[in-house]
């Protein structure tokens, strides 16, 4: 038989999502390309298997992502983006095709009902691979090869070992170990598609099906509506290996008896109160989905723990941010059938793609190198598409520098990615099911640090990390007091360590901001507020080391309590205020954040007020447009307006939102609605309770939205609030014993009664 001969720089194994991004980075890496798949289409479980939803952050995936979820929508194929949505819908009709013209474009040698049926190796090598095609075999050579197969068939049949299943997961007890020789792989689910008759229809139960009775019989069910007249069914299947031949046929075999089983449960029980007695089946999927087939072993392993506290690597290439969806592998009922955990965007490591064993193979998709439990996440479309156009890249790096594919160099690959719209941040992935994203925390324990605390600032930082600062010691104005930090790091917070001290005078007031990679932390000391002097300190590292303070100019106090803004210019705007034994005013102040310059001032007064406004919340509506929310002594906050980027500013006046006179603080959320964090007593020198959020939708004019962080006896005051991909995250002081972090996702929000 003659055996035809390809030669490319790579090639790509498996059509699925992972394999049609792999090719693309690869041919937009400049490299020759071949892509072979067993289907008659590209799209793998996306199409052939029907999981027709694109799960996890579909607003950021990259550019290559963003060209065809835009040709799906010129098509009608692709529902529109909703962060608060598990999945986004699309039409695996569509999604095939716009795959397939996509590929095409890029130069990639698509190859279709085409099947790997042997690895050459050598030398620690890869030498080629045996594809069967229709017209006979085929022996590929190529430079760099990457599994895209789903359940590692290329890794297997290179004599390389690979992970299958885990420990089965309960809740309240350790995980254990199934009773079979190989632990249980997570299950697989058939779709079928069932289409309303508009009659009855003559329900049929073949001989071999199982019979069901009541809903808490059957396998775990889920039915999506389509248009009017048409549902799909996802039915749960157990107990099978999709990377063994036997196995897998009985599956197959078994998940259609399943079909013709719930197709007649559904026109005969119903399902969840409803009845499909009008509803024919109508098509039954070609091959069911598979959650979890073989996983490599990688040069590092992503770990259950990675995914659930939103770990961060120096070789990241990828960002998961689906939650762990544990479907138990051995129980096919739903009820109590997994675990589902919101977990943060987590970073996936280029080592996990990285096949121990072979120099020049790479693998993306279900099969990467994971744990278990953490493939339930890192295995869903978007994050595939990423760990595929990153195994492009990077082979792409390898084929056309000839060396080991674990030894590309991660900063080119890396700017690779980032150029071609592939963010790496964490802080950009929050949106995802955001209104899930609650967080409450302490940044330190109880009394086990301070015994006084106060006035805490904070800023999220581009990798996710958030830095918070305060002032700690004694009691407030004591010598002691000094300027503490933490950061939120993969989950957990930082123990505080002092980042300013001054002997014999107390510190006051820190405040954060961040510009381009650098990080600012302003803050002020004195014996009294009237003798407060301002200091600098820079972090380049994320707030891990800090440079030596130094003053600023003379006339300037810098933010003296909130974050100071970027504006469109690219100054910065900070509200400064000045306290006097007769008055208290407010300072606008605008400085060059690359320069270090200090270029005006202007102060504010409220006439004909015993004392007046401090510690200004600016925002900017649009550019040159700035605005100021003020403490004031008068029970009301105070509003000011510029038309000229703070250089001149409207006489203040009351608004209608109560103050205690204590502090406040506002934040611009992405979708240009406000967010302002305080005290709603109005009364001067009120309660510090409660603290709540109020949110507005006209530029501060009025705040129909709420919700209350704390409405217990105690203080609950000073706070600080920024905007993030999930809604706002804010500290406080709480109840002058710790700072409490926490995170409000918009849909949290409800109207005021």
């Given at each position: 038989m003659i055996v035809e001969t390809v030669n490319v720089d790579v090639a790509v194994i498996g059509g699925g999502i992972a394999g049609v991004f792999a090719a693309t980075g690869a041919a937009r890496g400049g490299?020759?390309?071949?892509?072979?798949?067993?289907?008659?289409?590209?799209?793998?479980?996306?199409?052939?298997?029907?999981?027709?939803?694109?799960?996890?952050?579909?607003?950021?995936?990259?550019?290559?992502?963003?060209?065809?979820?835009?040709?799906?929508?010129?098509?009608?194929?692709?529902?529109?983006?909703?962060?608060?949505?598990?999945?986004?819908?699309f039409d695996p009709v569509v999604a095939e095709f716009v795959f397939q013209e996509a590929v095409l474009a890029e130069g990639v040698d698509l190859l279709l009902h085409t099947r790997l049926c042997e690895v050459r190796t050598a030398n620690?090598?890869?030498?080629?691979?045996?594809?069967?095609?229709?017209?006979?075999?085929?022996?590929?050579?190529?430079?760099?090869?990457?599994?895209?197969?789903?359940?590692?068939?290329?890794?297997?049949?290179?004599?390389?070992?690979?992970?299958k299943g885990g420990p089965v997961y309960r809740p309240g007890s350790p995980p254990t170990l199934a009773a079979e020789a190989?632990?249980?792989?997570?299950?697989m689910s058939l779709h079928i598609n069932m289409t309303d008759t508009g009659r009855a229809v003559t329900p049929h139960l073949p001989a071999n099906c199982p019979r069901y009775e009541?809903?808490?019989?059957?396998?775990?069910?889920?039915?999506?509506?389509?248009?009017?007249?048409?549902?799909?069914?996802?039915?749960?299947?157990?107990?099978?290996?999709?990377?063994?031949?036997?196995?897998f046929s009985d599956v197959e075999i078994r998940s259609r008896r399943e079909a013709m089983a719930m197709a007649w449960y559904l026109q005969t029980r119903g399902y969840g109160g409803t009845t499909y007695d009008t509803y024919r089946l109508t098509s039954i999927q070609p091959v069911v989905g598979i959650r979890e087939g073989a996983r490599a072993v990688g040069e590092t392993v992503l770990t259950d723990d990675d995914v659930r506290r939103g770990a961060h690597c120096d070789d990241a290439v990828a960002v998961g941010s689906y939650h762990v969806d544990y479907h138990w592998p051995d129980v096919a009922p739903r009820a109590g059938t997994g675990l589902t955990a919101m977990v943060p965007p987590y970073q996936i490591p280029w080592r996990c793609l990285c096949v121990q064993g072979m120099a020049n193979l790479l693998t993306a998709g279900r099969s990467i190198s994971t744990e278990h439990r953490a493939i339930s996440s890192a295995r869903v479309m978007t994050t595939c598409a990423q760990t595929g156009f990153a195994a492009g890249a990077g082979a792409a790096l390898a084929a056309g520098n000839t060396r080991s594919v674990r030894n590309v160099d991660l900063p080119t690959l890396q700017r690779m990615l980032c150029d071609a719209g592939q963010s790496l941040e964490l802080a950009d992935y929050g949106g995802y099911l955001r209104n899930e994203r609650k967080k409450t925390m302490f940044v330190f324990e109880q009394?086990?640090?301070?015994?006084?605390?106060?006035?805490?600032?904070?800023?999220?930082?581009?990798?996710?990390?958030?830095?918070?600062?305060?002032?700690?010691?004694t009691k407030e104005s004591a010598d002691d007091v000094d300027i503490w930090s933490a950061i939120l790091h993969d989950g957990e917070w930082t123990e505080p360590r002092k980042v300013a001290e001054l002997e014999g005078a107390p510190l006051w007031n820190p405040v954060l901001?961040?510009?381009?990679?650098?990080?600012?932390?302003?803050?002020?000391?004195?014996?009294?507020?009237?003798?407060?002097?301002?200091?600098?300190?820079?972090?380049?590292?994320?707030?891990?080391?800090?440079?030596?303070?130094?003053?600023?100019?003379?006339g300037f106090l810098g933010p003296i309590k909130n974050k100071p803004i970027r504006m469109s210019g690219g100054l910065w705007l900070c509200g400064s205020s000045v306290e006097t034994e007769t008055e208290w005013f407010c300072r606008m102040e605008l400085f060059d954040g690359g320069t270090r310059e200090w270029i005006h001032a202007v102060d504010i007064k409220v006439p004909d007020c015993l004392r007046g406004i401090i510690q200004p919340a600016v925002w900017e509506s649009a550019p040159g447009q700035v605005h100021a929310l003020m403490r004031s002594t008068l029970g009301h906050v105070i509003r000011a307006d510029s038309a000229d980027g703070g250089r001149t500013w409207s006489t203040p006046v009351a608004t209608d939102i109560p103050n205690n006179n204590s502090g406040i603080d506002i934040a611009k959320l992405r979708d240009s609605s406000l967010v302002l964090c305080l005290n709603p007593v109005a009364k001067d020198w009120g309660a510090r309770t409660p603290l709540a959020l109020w949110r507005s939708f006209d530029n501060g004019q009025t705040w129909p939205e709420t919700f209350v962080l704390e409405d217990e006896p105690g203080e609950y005051s000073y706070p600080a609030v920024i905007a993030t991909s999930v809604g706002?995250?804010?500290?406080?002081?709480?109840?002058?014993?710790?700072?409490?972090?926490?995170?409000?996702?918009?849909?949290?929000?409800?109207k005021k009664p």
């Open positions: 490299q020759r390309v071949l892509l072979a798949e067993r289907q008659s289409t590209l799209g793998g479980n996306a199409t052939s298997g029907g999981v027709s939803g694109f799960c996890g952050d579909t607003a950021h995936v990259n550019a290559f992502w963003e060209e065809l979820m835009g040709k799906m929508t010129a098509l009608d194929g692709l529902a529109p983006l909703n962060p608060d949505a598990d999945a986004r819908a620690g090598k890869i030498k080629s691979v045996m594809l069967a095609g229709k017209s006979g075999p085929l022996e590929v050579f190529a430079s760099v090869f990457i599994d895209c197969t789903g359940d590692a068939d290329l890794i297997r049949l290179a004599g390389l070992p690979v992970l190989t632990p249980m792989q997570l299950p009541n809903d808490a019989e059957i396998p775990m069910t889920t039915v999506y509506r389509l248009g009017t007249n048409h549902i799909r069914v996802k039915i749960k299947i157990i107990h099978g290996d999709s990377t063994d031949t036997r196995s009394d086990r640090f301070f015994a006084s605390c106060h006035a805490s600032t904070l800023v999220e930082l581009p990798s996710g990390d958030v830095v918070a600062a305060w002032f700690a010691g901001c961040l510009h381009d990679d650098t990080l600012f932390l302003f803050y002020r000391f004195g014996r009294k507020i009237i003798h407060w002097e301002s200091m600098l300190t820079t972090s380049a590292d994320g707030g891990r080391t800090w440079s030596e303070p130094a003053p600023l100019p003379s706002v995250a804010t500290v406080y002081t709480h109840k002058r014993k710790q700072i409490r972090y926490r995170v409000i996702p918009i849909e949290a929000f409800t």
